[in-house]
């Protein structure tokens, strides 16, 4: 777990809504997590983590489905590792401490999310923005 750790910046704005919408959104909710606080609360905050990922990965794949983006494949299979560290995380979270899980979560969403939104998401902007401007609806910005 030594892959460096990103905050949310203006550098992950892709002129794309609601992704850029959703990828803020999970940055803001791990920076909620702390090593102390309420036990009952941090694992409901996980849920909802998770469960907005799932929701996340699963509307990007549609949209990249609906703009045939020719890498959809690979992008898929990479949310799937990632569906899989964060349901690791949740059955290991029983027995971890506070400390540990939130430096898990941050190893997730400021490490590897932060790496796969500048790395792969990237490479599929050009080519939604350009179907979206087809279809009429100008990108955020
Ligand atoms: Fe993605």
């Known amino acids: ?10 550098r992950l704005v892709f002129g794309i809504d609601p992704i850029d919408a959703q990828h803020k959104q999970l940055f803001d909710l791990a920076a909620t997590f702390e090593g102390s606080g309420d036990e009952i609360r941090m694992m409901k905050t996980l849920a909802s983590l998770s469960n907005y990922v799932v929701e996340h990965l ?9 703009c ?7 992008h898929r299979e990479l949310h799937r590792r ?21 430096e898990r979560v941050h190893y997730l969403i400021n490490g590897w999310f932060y790496d796969h939104i500048m790395g792969a998401d990237l490479d599929y902007v050009p080519l939604v923005r350009a179907h979206l401007a087809a279809a009429g609806e100008p990108p955020a910005e």
């Open 1 to 10: 777990m030594n892959e460096p750790l990103s905050e949310w910046s203006e």
């Open 58 to 66: 699963r509307e990007e794949e549609a949209l990249l489905e609906l």
């Open 68 to 74: 045939g983006y020719p890498k959809l494949e690979a």
């Open 82 to 102: 990632f569906r899989t560290m964060i349901v690791a995380l949740l059955e290991d979270a029983r027995q971890m401490t506070l400390d540990e899980i939130a």
